[in-house]
């Protein structure tokens, strides 16, 4: 019986720290990485803001097939959704099976003739469990990596569109 108490209020006491300790860390995370590339706002335009054209530069789009219904893409395990456009970016839904919706934005942004930086970035707004705190942790490391080799491609393919 003492064995029993003992194993019930460890898991409480352990339960305890481990929320307070997620409770520590914040409910909104963004990762967000940005690239400079020689390209005008409408090319730029044309392949952030098209779905149908983000299979020539994401990778997973290349692998999987993307399935259209309606204005939703459906690729993988991922939904995606446009949300909004203006001149100088684009808002998605996009939601990954198993965990909380992304608010995903690309923006490009003048800095001169001829050269815009793009602004790509993920926002998420998770609840105060801890796996969904602590599975924040991982964002950065995992979002950021995939962004990065995404925003090559696309400075890759605008490169070749701008020296057409």
């Given at each position: 019986?003492?064995?029993?108490?003992?194993?019930?209020?460890?898991?409480?006491?352990?339960?305890?720290?481990?929320?307070?300790?997620?409770?520590?860390?914040?409910?909104?995370?963004i990762v967000s990485?940005?690239?400079?590339?020689?390209?005008?706002?409408?090319?730029?335009?044309?392949?952030?803001?098209?779905?149908?054209?983000?299979?020539?530069?994401?990778?997973?789009?290349?692998?999987?097939?993307?399935?259209?219904?309606d204005s939703t893409?459906?690729?993988?395990?991922?939904?995606?959704?446009?949300?909004?456009?203006?001149?100088?970016?684009?808002?998605?839904?996009?939601?990954?099976?198993?965990?909380?919706?992304?608010?995903?934005?690309?923006?490009?942004?003048?800095?001169?003739?001829?050269?815009?930086?793009?602004?790509?970035?993920?926002?998420?707004?998770?609840?105060?469990?801890?796996?969904?705190?602590?599975?924040?942790?991982?964002?950065?490391?995992?979002?950021?990596?995939?962004?990065?080799?995404?925003?090559?491609?696309?400075r890759e393919l605008?490169?070749?569109?701008?020296?057409?």
């Open positions: 019986m003492r064995l029993i108490k003992l194993v019930i209020i460890s898991l409480l006491v352990l339960g305890t720290i481990v929320t307070a300790i997620s409770a520590l860390f914040p409910s909104t995370v990485r940005a690239v400079e590339v020689s390209a005008n706002a409408s090319q730029i335009a044309h392949y952030t803001s098209d779905l149908n054209q983000w299979q020539y530069w994401m990778s997973d789009w290349k692998e999987n097939k993307a399935t259209w219904k893409v459906y690729i993988g395990t991922q939904t995606i959704k446009q949300v909004s456009k203006n001149d100088s970016s684009v808002t998605y839904d996009w939601v990954a099976t198993g965990q909380r919706p992304y608010i995903v934005k690309l923006e490009w942004i003048p800095l001169q003739q001829g050269i815009y930086v793009i602004h790509w970035s993920f926002e998420q707004h998770v609840k105060w469990y801890p796996w969904e705190k602590f599975q924040t942790l991982l964002n950065e490391k995992v979002l950021g990596y995939k962004m990065e080799m995404e925003l090559a491609n696309l605008l490169l070749q569109e701008h020296n057409k």
